[in-house]
């Protein structure tokens, strides 16, 4: 029937002997993706069905008011992205910025840098206000820069991944009403998790991920945005200037007209709505004071080994620790041992703190008693194998 | 611990008789997505590992050489996009297209109106050939357009699956080639299911998406590119104006370098591997030969019961038949009663064609003689239930 001549090189020949897929199991423990529920990978396995099918229809309404009490809001726009984390992030930038408009931005780790080359990317005039990686702002330094600067947007990251600092962020909303300023927050590491109020908080665009919190693989990203938000954005003077992510076209689907946008994946919206199921009956409160306390234990075993905590106590992030890598480990080693031999995945520092730290995650399904037990009891029985002085140093 | 008061409306009580996610089994004979091979969906719900663990690494690797073979093509920068089809359709405009820069979309359907409607928002200098939904052009025209016009880029969809047309595209790349033109295509309902020859074709930018030809679910969309569209991205003057989407970054990911950009949706990207490893299996030459059988019985078959066809049949898609609905039939009631009472999706027309075609798919796991027999068999029984008038039609 065709005459068209395969490229050799390529031919099923080359491919075929590759065996059926498969990866190694793994308890992971860095800092993201963590361990997806069994249900949620069930759930996730089910077959496709349509993206306008009555039943998915059903689904889709169900995930939005799983992730309105998730999220602790009543917003109407309240949706998952079709993408990672970082496509929620750019949502919450090139739908809310027009050209030359102010974005500030508060940046003390990685993901704040993104924002910034974000926001550049869409024109804003942005301005920082910096901080080192591992340290919190203020209130009264945030309160100060939004009054000065009157930005139309202050945008700043909960939950740091990159260097392990919880940022308080009770009162800004406030400022940034009374300030004609939208309150944008990065919840990536806090959804789920964490303590986070949008509505109390007065948040007016947040976003966050399915990987972590959630419990789910990564590929959506849940989004949120105040009834203010959604008065700016209908009030743009241009077309949102990113199609897949212009949140005027995924209201026509998400809302009530359910107006085809893109096909969406469907799959990874069966999981999605398992894990925040799997939330809403385990409870927010329980789920906030089951990281905590996990975090506390992880926090004092490490130091009981004599290891050194990179972020002061009092905004240190429980979801993900950052560990000071002693001087005489190398680090990439022992983290290598720990997966090759033990299957288990820390993460090595990001960015200003590469071989620096280690990060470890305690997230969703992973934030147990046993995962904490059974990391400690490894740092304490191998890590002196991996000193390249002394191994009483610690 | 924590003092917040839980938004009542939303607590958990009103939240947690939601069942365990189930979704009905439906045979997805629409416009997409199409069922998901059983082993792909195996793939799919392994547990995740970290995006820049080794093993993974390693399947990244395997997923574009994988990629390779089903496009025909030798290029480097060959991956799958974080997203769904309209994604990487994004991709293909972002990377490419700088301010004021001419490009020249033809259109014949819904899916080519999105490509001027993306080009329009990054502020390309658009031009449009517009032929009747349900026609495709000729060479003799494309060949006129691209002399006349001298587009920085042509873009063009090889499958519409609006309207049913498979566009021929044998030639356009050399006159492309010869009057410094990129020639991009949209190759969503036809990658890994009909002929397509990237590099014999001298396509320059191709995209695709996971849930037609590759049996897997929606949420991943193949890329590639040749060496000219990379030297046309590496001479860029502007940064390109979608972070997400940006290929230079993410080629840091999937090239060598294996530089961190987004956590990526490993679980998906487990699935693609296995749903292209199927491919190579079964081989390209007798992948193309199964779906235009397959099609052939459909369309002999529906003309066998009196129904006409949209497209004519030199140009007639066989992953997408559009069928005109008798004026003596409710298509939505139709429709309906197939989903509803046999558990399988046709597709609603698309925009112009909504309300007078139905959309019937037959595309990667989902094209074999058995759906092709049970589908023909209902149309013979159960249609003239649904005529207004008088079933003796047809």
Redesign the interface.
Known sequence: ??E????S????E???Y?S???????L?L?P?????HP?V???????????L?E??IT?MS?VQ??L??TW???NRLTLPM??????AM?ASIANFVEQGERVLVAKNGYFGE?LV??A???KADVSVIDKKWGESFSFEEIKYEIETQKPAIFAIVHAETSTGVLQPLDGIGEICRKNNCLFLVDAVTSLGAL?L?I??WEIDIAYS?S?KGLSC???LSPFTISKRAEDKLSSRKS???????DLSLLNKYWGSDRV?????????N??I??GL?LI??E???NI??RH?KNAIKLWRGLENIGLELHVSKDVRLPTLTTVKIPPSVDGDSFRNHL?NNFAI?IGNG?GDLSGKVWRIGLMGFNSTEENVDRLLNLFDTELKKFSIIDSSTF
């Open positions: 029937m065709t068209a001549k395969l490229i090189s390529l031919n099923e080359n491919l075929s590759l059926k897929t498969y990866v190694p199991s793994r992971l860095g993201g993706p963590s361990n997806a249900d990978l069930k759930a996730l396995s089910l077959n496709p069905i349509g993206h099918d039943a998915y689904l169900e008011k799983l309105r009490y602790q809001c009543n079709s993408g990672t984390g970082s496509a750019e993104r080359d974000m550049t990317r869409y303590e109020l509505d109390k991920c990987q693989p990564p590929g077309k949102v200037p990113n199609w897949y992510l085809y946008h893109h096909t969406a994946p469907v799959n990874m069966f999981a709505r398992e199921r809403a009956i409870g927010l409160e906030w004071e905590n997966l995945e990001l």
